[in-house]
């Protein structure tokens, strides 16, 4: 089997400055990488560790760039032409099957012989889809409606004796496994991201463990693109009984680029929305919104100022994705050229592609244009190369910029070090000072005991603030809610349908919890701040060390993120039948406030129990490791200092080569 990119009936294109920026980047990034490393051979063992930490994390940095949006508005076939691929991935898959697939590019940590990882779901996931039909099955439930849940679950269990009876004895031994291929092919990625119908996989290559397939991994070496992008194909955000909803929300939680891709004929106005909620909990200046299938509109030009009026009005009313940049083009004229197949673009298509190419070149385009020119007029109308350069942009001034930021402080911060040792081993304060090593090391983890101490006291006093304002956002929302139900059904009547709208609350529960993650972080500058201070202490006036050579880079802790399950689907999301038939029940007007009171309590208590405990205590621990990774150095520091008082000085020309390649690609940065 051979490597899509090994394919000689593909032609490739010419990527030409679409990339630039991020390998001009990886340029810069690798230039200190090496550097370290040639310090890190003249560098104390202890701080030859922290060089080599550093030098680790600059290897295993790989951006990602989730694409997401509905089933059938051509995320995958965008996707193939965004990285020259044609038929890479399925284009025609059922939602019920589709697959998280992280496409990575040029990955130099790349698994051993390995192509194509293909994991599945552990026996808890599958039993949890199967005995309650899933989360929709769960929410049916909870609404109580007994009868739409068991359909449900007939329906899921339908689905899982098909699986069983296509994988046999194999089923339960794939359960929380993982297949590995060398090699990239049609055929393997067949087996794995279905096509066609759930039902119709009996007996067939096509889709054979699709249902049970959680993510997928390809491994694609692609001359003329960067290294370490990883381009993330999602589920439609319509994904059957939700489940996958939050595997995707999650691989969006860890992109810092995500591309929004809409159906020219869509534009927004009637999309999902779940994918407003998931749009709604990433910053706007990472969001690329791209209208593909431009090619089937008959003015694509006069066409695209109505949509992007459109988006913009949808965007403004949910609230969300203020300022996010909008692009336009066709994947379809992407791959047509790269299969050099443009003669294959219908008439009106191609119509179409030449209006649109002359007003961007702002010139006529000759309409007998062919060959090698109509195949390059392709690509660039396609948006496809626009769309590349907008993703290196973001994810140079996003993710690079501050991957870069904390490469240089940690690197300033060695360089300090080797310097503050060297001038301790030139100054020879092993004749002139007696030090009880034990008593400084005792000293020293005593220091990083009361720091993690303080800390945890200050995260829980958090943690118990941040329940309390939760508790407050979800009952004023119940109360308002409730009273807004009173006042419709004052209004219109008993048999008049009503639909809460959980944003509010959504709204409220994330400005909650990034209002307890800066408290967390505020407390960890405070941690470790006193802690700086004792150890400065320690090594100025027991190790007389030159108080102006001692300089500390605080940590500044994990960016909080709103957490992932926000976003996810809940009942007050529904627009389905058992959700209308709610209001039709028996019974006073009291008793139905009574109930629709139960029922938004039963549906909220999930979400704020799990953003107040599972998703705190995460953040909270991630902050803990970071002021316990600051005492671990520091402490390394002293016994890096304390052994220099009995070695000679080192050569400070490996030290001068990482500060120039530093200062370099701060340059280039601000340039």
Known sequence: MRDFADRDDVVPTVQGPAFEELDAYWAGLNRIRD???ELSNDAAPLLQGELDRIVERIDA???SVSVLGQVKAGKSTLLNALIGQPGLLPSDVNPWTSVITNVHLNSPRRPGDTRALFRFFDAMEWDRLVTTGGRLGEMAQRAGFAAEADQIRAQVMQMRHSTESRLGESFEKLLGTSHAFPDLSRDVIDRYICYGDAGDTLGRAQGFYADLTKTADLYVDLPGYPQNLCIRDTPGVNDTFMMREQITINAISESRVCVIVLSAHQALSTMDMALLRIIGNVEAREILIFVNRIDELAEPVAQSREIVTSIRRTLDRAKVGEGATILFGSALWAIRALEDRCDDIPAASRRAMLDWAAARAGAPVDAAIGGAELRALAIE????PELNRAISRRVV????????ADIQAEAGNVISEVETIDIVARSGHSAAVAVDRAAVEARVAEVARLCDERLRQRMAEAGAALAERLGRAQEQFVESAVATLASHIATYGETEGWRCDPTTLRMMVRSAFLSGCKTVRGA??????????????LLCQDLSVPEGSVAFHLPHGPVPHAPGIIAQTISLDMQTSWWRRFFLRRGSPEDRARRYRDLILSETVPLVEAVGGESFAGFCEQVAASAQAFCTKQSAFVAAVLDAMERPA??????????????DVARRGAA
Do not use: I, N
């Open 61 to 63: 940095f790989e951006p």
């Open 35 to 37: 550097a370290l490393l």
């Open 650 to 663: 080192r050569d400070e020309r490996a030290m001068a080569g990482v500060a120039e390649a530093l200062d």
């Open 381 to 384: 109308a396609s948006g496809v």
């Open 397 to 404: 001034e996003g993710p690079g910029q501050a991957m870069l």
């Open 524 to 537: 960890l500058a405070d941690c470790t701040g006193e802690a700086a201070e004792a150890y400065a202490r």
